[in-house]
């Protein structure tokens, strides 16, 4: 008689073994139609598994996120189904759930077309609507590797094969597919409803791997209702409006070409945006103490061995063979650099913290297939910094820098910011002793300051964990930005050194610290959560002065003198074109605000002023427009 113990610490008995489904009836109506799966200890099973001794479990709803991760699973099996119905030719390889969906790559010489994927999609709701059972079969592993082969399946059987020696070989069957996974699944199709969509086609290689052949990836999206699955598309929709790389043609700010893959060519409207925000970092960073540094972009290999980034990184960086057979390599990271600096001379425990900034540009390789306009690229500028600190310390400056970071978000318009903590990862310098001083350190620096936080498991740096601040944007999408890490171990590794108390010599904490992260990237999410309207202290043109007639020519000219006076960015469009053409045009430069000037303003010496997204219009004298204009043009300043 199984006794059966669920979360509340409520207990349920049952006369002869029990399946998860029949626990969930028991409870409920709705929480049977809802249940998708049991959780046992740390692991997911089948509904369909029967429980014969005393075991406490949690029953998995659709609408959780482990609920909706095996959705979208049984989603790419439904649609790998489809594809084998309508195309038997098309060999199977892997479709796992991804975040927002899932996808499956397949191996067919004649390409897929959008209406093949009508077509999917529509077999998808055919197969749902049958709802076949699925159901667990264990099989010997040659027995599978044969199965597979024999039906033209040599991926599959490739998979099987590679399986170790003492994992069982577990199939689902429904219908008439059965494919290769551990599961859980869905007792049957019908339980995955019809609140998934196919989205797109991409290319992909057999095990992600250049070498070998080229599949083909069908992409898609699953959500526990239709409800979901109508705002999910609707963000999409959203975000395609909201792209930066339209914004950045758009508000003529930069462009990208073949000659310099992954950098960006930053013209003069996206460079004046890009070092408003450097001068408004560096005053933020002036006033909490840190001394601005630079540091070469080019330094011998053997730096990079001694502090672990040629061995932990190396296949990131670019290099460069000198005739004296020198290995130079572009640096991807700011902190050997300012290590150097800080052991350049004699440091002593008075000096610490020491905080050094750098607006460094940093090289990093990354596959083509990967670049994504400014938010993935192979160049940027990061505004980073780094800390050298006793032990002691720690707590009092990861108190500043959570300070000082969240304060630059909420001025940047972020005031949902999330706070994950990530821990060692499998690839790392440093002993388990270190990392276990360094962890401990950093989690009960964030347990006094009473942070919340999640944990983010094995992400952390090769040589430190960290602390990642996520941003959430105007549209609901996450951004891991910010950066805290503390690191034991590089220090050490490259020989810095204070003086401390005691006269002895001791090696210094090394905080490693980023807000923005990468310029860049920053950039291009502050143009998607603003969708282009950034705040007019931001704004490459604060203010464009269109005239209505030639006759205010020449008083734009003195409008645009004011202004620039009041510290406004301004300028002028005397173009022989009407004014609605201009006003047009600006607005989808999506110029903060726009000045008319026709026979009135000149006659009156005044403006009238039209802000982006409004059609009102104000009108001002011109000295009164000009201090109110530069008042809030400065910002944050």
Not at 31 to 38: E, P, S
Not at 297 to 318: K, Q, V
Not at 335 to 348: A, D, T, Y
């Amino acid at each position: 008689m199984p006794e059966i113990t669920l979360p509340d610490g409520s207990i349920r008995e049952f006369p002869t073994p029990v399946t998860g489904l029949e626990i969930a009836a028991a409870i409920g109506a709705r929480l049977a139609r809802d249940a998708v799966a049991l959780r046992i200890g740390d692991r997911l099973v089948d509904l369909a598994v029967a429980l014969e001794e005393p075991t406490s479990i949690e029953i998995v709803t659709r609408d959780s996120d482990d609920g909706l991760e095996l959705l979208r699973h049984d989603a790419a099996h439904v649609m790998a189904e489809a594809v084998k119905e309508l195309y038997p030719e098309t060999q199977v390889t892997i479709g796992p759930a991804i975040e927002d969906g899932f996808y499956y790559d397949f191996a067919r010489e004649e390409p897929f077309t959008p209406d093949d994927l009508e077509r999917i999609e529509q077999r998808m709701h055919e197969i749902v609507a049958r709802d076949e059972t699925i159901e667990r079969e264990v099989w010997q592993r040659d027995e599978a590797v044969e199965f597979f082969a024999g039906i033209g399946e040599r991926y599959k059987a490739e998979i099987i094969g590679a399986i170790p020696n003492d994992e069982p070989i577990s199939l689902y069957r429904q219908g008439e597919f059965i494919d290769l996974c551990r599961g859980p699944h869905l007792p049957s199709t019908g339980r995955l409803g019809s609140a998934f969509k196919l989205m797109k086609l991409a290319g992909a290689y057999w095990r992600g791997d250049s070498r070998n052949e080229m599949l083909q990836r069908v992409y898609g999206t699953a959500w526990a209702t239709d409800k979901q699955l109508r705002q999910y598309l609707n963000r999409i929709e959203e975000a395609e409006r909201r792209d930066h790389r339209k914004l950045g043609r758009a508000m003529d700010l930069f462009h990208f070409q073949d000659e310099a893959v992954g950098a960006a060519f930053w013209h003069p409207q996206g460079w004046t945006l890009f070092q408003t925000l450097i001068g408004y970092m560096r005053a933020k960073q002036n006033v909490a103490g840190y001394r601005e540094v630079n540091t070469p972009e080019l330094m011998d290999r053997s730096l990079w061995e001694a502090s672990g980034h040629w061995e932990s990184f190396g296949e990131h960086m670019f290099t460069s063979h000198t005739a004296d057979e020198k290995t130079l390599a572009v640096k991807p990271m700011n902190c050997p650099g300012h290590v150097q600096l800080f052991k350049n001379e004699l440091r002593s425990y008075r000096e610490l913290p020491l905080r050094f900034s750098e607006f460094g540009k940093v090289h990093r390789y990354e596959p083509s297939g990967a670049l994504h306009g400014l938010m993935r690229v192979r160049a940027f500028t990061q505004d980073d910094a780094h800390i050298f600190c006793t032990e002691e310390q720690i707590t009092s400056e990861t108190g500043a820098v959570c300070d000082l970071l969240l304060g630059i978000y909420r001025d940047l318009g972020f005031d949902d910011v999330l706070i994950k903590f990530a821990d060692r990862p499998e690839r790392r310098v440093g002993s388990d002793a270190v990392w276990d001083r360094a962890e401990s350190a950093l989690m009960a620096a964030m347990d006094a300051l009473g942070l919340d936080y999640t944990r983010n498991p094995g992400e952390g740096a090769f040589y430190g964990p960290k602390i990642e601040f996520v941003l959430r944007d105007a549209i609901g999408r996450e951004w891991q930005c910010g950066t805290l890490q503390v690191d034991f171990n590089l220090p050490n590794r490259l020989g810095a050194a204070y003086v401390g108390e005691d006269g002895e010599k001791h090696t210094p904490v090394l905080l490693h610290r980023a807000i923005f992260g990468s310029l860049e990237r920053f950039i291009g999410i502050l143009l998607e959560h603003f969708a282009g309207k950034l705040p007019l202290w931001l704004a490459p043109t604060q203010v464009v002065v269109a005239t209505i007639t030639s006759d205010a020519d020449d008083y734009a000219g003195e409008v645009v003198e004011t202004l620039a006076a009041a510290g406004v960015r301004a300028a002028a469009d005397t173009r022989n074109e009407k004014i609605n053409y201009k006003v047009r045009e600006h607005t989808l430069a999506k110029a903060p605000i726009i000045i008319a000037l026709g026979k009135r303003e000149v006659e009156q010496r005044s403006v009238s002023i039209r802000r982006l997204g409004q059609k009102e219009q104000q009108s001002l004298p011109l000295g009164d427009a000009a201090q109110s204009l530069g008042d809030e043009a400065r910002g944050q300043f």
